[in-house]
């Protein structure tokens, strides 16, 4: 049933006024794709949980002149602008000269950095040059940032009234960096003056147009909070940021959000933050006091894998039979073969007996099964490609799932895992006899 939107007329403002701030990352590798930029929305994601507005994210190659112009360009609109890469020794490590031209400043050394230089060079066995010594040299007046993981420090400087700050591009060396030492200057320097309170919810199974559907009111352009969607692997992941001058009040909005997130997605929310299926199904395990096996087919072991990332769950997870063939299927789960022979290992009746012999095998509580045929060949006009049955059996109750899932092999076998999990879930928190295995948005 869809659950009513907010009550006309309510009203969301914006209570402060967010610092603006710009993000480039730099390098010939990420502007050609031979890399993919991770620095940047990292930076992004931690500005805006800090109060500051982002503006852009760019990526740009390592031209000098091209990089300045973008500083020039970014400083009409943000005050704080945040550049990763290009401060090593090499012939193209070219990032703290433009900075330097865009700033209206010379290079000039700094004592304590070409010590630092020097030490990390003998740490190697190797003897300083005077590309090695680029490092120690930033613009005249620069605030400089540690960097005890690498040898290229960071830096900060002044054009007119924002900051350009840069880091190292490594992303071993950036984050921290980041995180310990440009952060906390870039609040004290510009206090952003607003509260930022943020969380994402997680929906599965759920058609990203039917998400959207539901939360019209909660999407508008300019509204406090501001409301998300991304989809990855199956998931529909529902973000909400709220920001107001008194933490209190940042943490009401948002707190208003999440709850009508729930109401009106029930129980196809299956967590929040950094929750996945196989977290929320061990956090259920847990409360209720239940064990699982697991008799896997089509996802070969994915299951399993899925279920072995969430820390502590040998407490619960008994194990994982990975039964490919019939003859694997009839000695490890006990299935019969006269079942195989009438309706083929893809079938309903196939997955209720490895459900149920996953549970006689391993002694557990809960048991899971697929079977199915992932493709891209193998399919007919019965069983075509995609074809998937998903079963739980819970103290002997059992139910079983027909999917049709479209994509290539790797989805098909992702999105069967997913469900999977997910009607295990499910049948944890309500009970084996009240699921909808069909059941969709």
């Known amino acids: 049933m869809r659950r009513p939107l907010a009550p006309p007329g309510t009203r969301y403002h914006l209570q402060g006024v967010a610092v603006r701030a710009t993000i480039i990352s730099t390098g010939e590798e990420l502007v050609r794709g031979h890399s993919m930029d991770t620095n940047g929305p990292f930076v992004a994601g931690e500005l805006m949980r800090h109060g500051f507005e982002v503006r852009r994210l760019v990526i740009i190659g390592d031209d000098p002149k091209a990089l300045e112009e973008e500083i020039l360009s970014a400083v009409r609109d943000s005050r704080a602008i945040v550049i990763s890469g290009g401060l090593g020794p090499t012939a193209d490590d070219r990032t703290r000269q433009a900075i330097a031209a865009a700033v209206g400043e010379t290079l000039v050394e700094d004592a304590e950095s070409r010590r630092h230089v020097e030490e990390r060079l003998r740490s190697f066995g190797r003897s300083m040059t005077d590309r090695h010594l680029s490092q120690a040299r930033f613009p005249s007046g620069s605030v400089v940032f540690p960097n005890p993981r690498g040898s290229a420090r960071g ?78 692997d199956g998931v529909v992941s529902v973000s909400v940021l709220a920001q107001a001058r008194e933490e209190r009040e940042a943490e009401r909005l948002l707190a208003q959000d999440v709850a009508v997130l729930k109401d009106r997605f029930g129980d196809f929310l299956f967590g929040i933050g950094n929750a996945t299926l196989a977290s ?50 009839v000695r490890q789960l006990g299935v019969p073969l006269e079942q195989l022979e009438e309706h083929g290992a893809v079938s309903p009746e196939v997955a209720e007996s490895m459900a149920r012999g996953i549970c006689a095998a391993v002694g557990s509580d809960l048991g899971v099964s697929t079977t199915g045929i992932a493709g891209p060949t193998g399919g007919s006009k019965e069983k075509p490609v995609g ?13 079983v799932a027909r999917l049709n899932i479209r994509g290539n092999r790797w989805q098909v076998k992702d999105r069967a895992a997913k469900h999977a999990l997910n009607l295990a879930r499910l049948s944890v928190l309500k009970g084996v006899e009240s699921l909808e295995p069909d059941r969709t948005m």
């Open 280 to 329: 929320a199904l061990s956090d259920l395990l847990e409360q209720r006091g239940l064990t699982i096996g697991v008799a896997e087919s089509v996802t070969g072991g994915l299951i399993g894998h899925m279920l072995v990332d969430v820390p502590g769950i040998s407490r619960f997870f008994l194990g994982d039979v990975v039964a490919y063939s019939n003859e694997a299927k």
């Open 155 to 232: 830096f900060a400087c002044r054009r007119e009234d924002a900051w350009v700050v840069a880091m190292p591009g490594v992303p071993s060396e950036m984050l921290p960096m980041f995180s310990e030492s440009v952060l906390p200057f870039l609040v004290e320097k510009l206090a952003p003056g607003i509260h930022v309170r943020s969380e994402t919810v997680h929906l599965f199974p759920a058609p990203e147009s039917a998400v959207d559907e539901r939360i019209p009111d909660l999407t508008p352009l300019g509204r406090n909070p501001t409301v998300g969607m991304t989809v990855k």
């Open 387 to 399: 074809l998937v049955y998903v079963a739980v059996c819970l103290r002997g109750a059992v139910k």
